[in-house]
C-alpha cells in the first residue's frame, strides 16, 4: 500500500463564526458540515432548490453533476451549493449567497 503524502480530508471552515470540520473528498460539503455538528440550510440535496447556498471565501470545490443550480455569473462570483459540491482543498465558507 503505497502512501501519496496527501491528507484523507481537507479542513474547512465556517464564516462569520469560525466553525471548522472535516471536508471529506469523497463526499458533498453538506454531508461533511453535517458530521462537523454545524447547522446549514439545506431542502432538496440535489442542486435545485438552492437552499443550501454559500459562497466560498477561499479553496476550490468541483462538481460531479454538469449543472448544479447556479447560473456561470454566479459560480464566477464564488456562490457554491454544498448538497453537490465537493471540496478539493482547505477551504472557506460564507452563509448565503451574493
Known amino acids: ?3 501519496s503524502g496527501a491528507a484523507p480530508f481537507f479542513i474547512a471552515r465556517v464564516e462569520p463564526e469560525g466553525a471548522q470540520f ?11 458540515l453535517e458530521a462537523g455538528g454545524i447547522d446549514w ?3 432538496c440535496r ?11 471565501v ?3 470545490v468541483h462538481y460531479r453533476i454538469v449543472w448544479p443550480g447556479l447560473s456561470a455569473e454566479e459560480k464566477a ?3 457554491v451549493l454544498p448538497c453537490v459540491a465537493f471540496p478539493a482543498s482547505d477551504l472557506t ?4 449567497g451574493l
Not at 22 to 32: G, I, K, T, Y
Not at 46 to 56: A, E, P, S, Y
Open 77 to 79: 462570483q464564488g456562490c
Open 93 to 96: 465558507l460564507a452563509r448565503g
Open 46 to 56: 440535489n442542486g435545485t432548490c438552492r437552499t443550501c447556498i454559500g459562497h466560498l
Open 1 to 3: 500500500m503505497s502512501d
Open 22 to 32: 472535516d471536508a471529506w473528498p469523497q463526499q458533498p460539503l453538506l454531508h461533511s
Open 41 to 43: 440550510p439545506s431542502s
Open 58 to 60: 477561499q479553496g476550490d
